[in-house]
């Protein structure tokens, strides 16, 4: 009888292990080289040896092909007894080769391998297959899914002393200091392993039938050794250099909620044993609150340092928001997640729940969060498809952002079966539920309820085709009732602030991130690219889909509801993928990969495939995964659990410093002088509980100074669209600061500064503030306050000295913006109505040329080292506020490499253009968009005396044109 499919698998995952086994036996051993001369070279200079180069491929061969002969026989000679039997065979060998597959690409890409993980592989694979084989001898005595849940048990109860260690270095040495060795846990752990794995063969041999009555409990006795497994949550203490102990200030409900946990895990252990361990085996005996106990262990269950990011950017988008709303603050209405409140919010929220609410335990409360996120998704999944299995490999192998995982529970509750049959229930719970997706991860939820909304279409088509006007009548109502609820409630405008947010923020990832593909897409990277661009498999795998079901109407239409949302949702996220691609990292494309492969994929193929295709779905779930998953697992961070302590080196205290919210932390000592500096700097200007406007884009300075954002988009960097600069401007006018941190280590990444990324706002503070340099810091004190003489010896500075603070503060400190020009150039068409014209073309008054001669109209021949056109604009009464952005079309015949312009101007208080005024570019042909007011030089001009536009690479472009000169005005 010829083997199955699923034979075939199994044979293929076991080889897989097998070659895996011989390499590192291989490649490990170091034999001798007998030297047949007394000869010099590159191996007798290390003593090294190629012999086993040399054994590696003949062994492997020959016992690839001796272990594929042996595997196909053996599944000919069950397939002859029992075919059943023989596919429960191959289901097992192929999940035992789930830890090898998983860390296959460790080797294959980063040049690491988990041994612990071939191991476990191996161990399985060799009890499966002896009992297989034992197995005809005995008239098919043994079952197989018995015996490898009895493997999984001992696996389990090996870890009662790593757990016990663990319990002990966390509770009883905080009182006296004396923690038991990681070494000698390892070593109690390994030989307790040893002990188990011989017993339970030794049982399986000769008292078979004893150990199969009685490996329920064996089982439920195992997971209870995992519920205890959630105390990792717990941290670990501090030790810093000098040798003292800290802590970390988890208050009571960390207790509370860490004993919870192991008491309903616990308890399910326990329950489940009463429903299914007192009969027959029952795979449902395995507690998915255990098994997450573990998954949590191994991912998120070592103690993080307290350490503190200089990145006051990125850090301080997860400090601020919880901070804020704890202090009255209005989600989305008064301060913005720039990601949404549970990417950013919930470790937050956390932290002053189950912490001190310090900056030092933020990234021990995103431990915990992730933890709480994780235990919701495996049992959301757990109930959507009734596997353990899959529910925890889904997780097991997610990495990047975590917090993309929060789309899952709805998925499970939208697209459940069931509740699809219950028109009005559905619509009910996709109404309430919808709008808190939305509200806790708004870019990426967005998109999802958009995808769902097919699901209502496909009832209003139901509705109308069966005539059921009384389904339509109660959904109807409902909507009557819900929608108004919106607009009476808070919720209402967080959502509308939320969508408004992502709207107009849409256009950054295509605009300011990352670089092109194809800078990133090259003949080095193509196995990586090819990796983390895997989500582009997603969609082709569900339009596949709907075009079989359409073909071959074998699909129930409710199951190709979720088939069509994942395909909707999948082609939405292209902007966010593709606009957002980074050289040798993830990035975006690796997120949605990751999200998309081990979430939403596998949830909708579950419920269209039988149990053998679901296997080979797993295989290439898990496969695909480990080669995305840039963190390989390790076995080691199950060890370190038992770390009484943690070293942190020195940490610096909010006693030592004016920083109460710091708590105590890893600070660099550069930026706790500078945070020190400013708050010391900010407490002398304004009263206690009095807030200032930073404009250095670093967030999380208004959290470690206790000082409240007077605007809800704390960062300038995240709000570049105009509406987002008119909405605050608008709110600014309301009840201005009188104190703004205009330069401080400003935070630019690649928008260019406040005066190019922030237009408006650079406009309106530059009017409204004056600039002063204190202790390294130029601060902005409002012209308001300066009128009402709140700062008593605080002189206004001289014109010369405002632009100079104006320009350190907001503009490109090499004065050069690039190819900024060529790309507002070539959106001419679009951004015209952004401006208004002042002067439309500078050729009708007076100008002059230097090296330059002319070949016709616009027409230029370089003559010399320094061309140059000047303007003479003495008689147009410009001032630099009032034209402020130069266009002409520009054309090189004949370039050799990139052009470069330099523009210089001069008003009546200096004759001759002045070295500092001025702005440099790369051009090229077509039109070209100049921001000179993106200089404060030119901006605060009183009046524009000439304009000089030179070519500084004369050399590369030796004539050109230069037409349709005009000087223009943002509105």
Known sequence: MNISNIQKLAILIVLLVFISIIFIAIMGVNIPVNYPELIAGNISWGAATKIQDLLIVPITLTITVGVGWWLNNLFKKINAYDVGESEKIAFHLTIWGVPTLSILSSLLLYKSLELHFVYISLIGMLFILFFSRYNLKKNFLYDIEVISAGLIAVFFFSLYPLVVSMIYNKSISDINNESVNIFEVKKIT?????????????????????????????????????????????????????????????????VVFIVFLVLLSSGDVLLRYFRYGRADFNPKIFSPFAITALIIAIKFGNTLTPSISPDDYHFGENLIGSWAYFNGYIPYVDFIPSHGLVFNDFSGVVNFIFYDGTASSLREAQRLAYAILLIVVIVSIYIYTKSLLLSSLSVMYFSGRIFWLFLIPFFTVWFDGRLLKQKVKWTIIWLITAPIAILGLPPQAILFVISSAVIPFFFLFEIIKNRDWITLKYISLIILIIFPLFFVTTVGDM??????????????????????????????????????????????????????????????????????????????????????????????????????????????LWSLLNENKRLWLIVCVVFVLSLINMNSMSFARLFQLTNSFIYVGELKKSKDGLLDNIGHAQVQDEHWKRLNSLAKLLDEKLKPNESYLDLTSRNAQYFYLDRLPVIPITAPYNMPSYKQQIDTIEKLKEDLPRVALLEGSNIIHDGGGLALRNYYLYRFIIENYEPFMIDNFIIGLSKESLMNNDWKGMDIPNDKRRKELFVKSFSRTNLDIKKLPISWGRSINTLSNQMELVISDLYTKNYSLNHLSVQGSGYY?????????????????????????????????????????????????????????????TADDGFLIIPLDSSPRWYLLEKIKNLNIELITPQECESFFIKNISLRKRY
């Open 190 to 254: 390994i030989i307790f392993f040893i002990v188990n794995i011989v017993v339970y063969f030794y049982g399986l041999l000769f008292k078979y039938e004893l150990l199969f009555k009685n490996i329920s409990k064996y089982i439920t006795a195992s997971q209870i050794a995992l519920t205890f497994l959630f105390v990792t949550l717990y941290p670990a203490k501090l030790m810093t250099k000098e040798g003292l102990v800290e802590s970390y200030n988890p208050n009571i409900f960390l």
């Open 495 to 604: 959502l509308f602030y939320a969508i408004k947010y992502v709207v107009q923020n849409g256009s950054i990832n295509q605009i300011a991130y990352g670089i092109p593909w194809y800078n990133s897409f090259n003949a080095d990277g193509i196995l990586f690219e090819l990796i983390r661009m895997s989500w582009i498999t997603v969609p082709f795998v569900m339009f596949f889909i709907l075009c079989y079901a359409y073909e071959y109407k074998s699909i129930e239409v409710e199951k190709l509801l979720s088939v069509s949302a994942v395909l909707i949702f999948s082609l939405l996220l292209i902007p966010y993928t593709m606009g957002r691609i980074d050289v040798g990292s993830l990035s975006r494309p690796g997120t949605a990969s990751v999200f998309l492969i081990s979430g939403f994929m596998p949830l909708v």
């Open 861 to 921: 021949k370089v003559t010399g080292k320094k061309p140059y056109i000047t303007f003479d604009l003495s008689d147009y009464e410009l001032s630099g506020k009032s034209a402020g952005i130069l266009v002409f079309e520009f054309e090189c015949i004949s370039p050799k490499k990139e052009v470069k312009f330099q523009i210089t101007w001069s008003d009546d208080m200096d004759s001759k253009n002045s070295e500092q005024n001025k702005l440099f570019f």
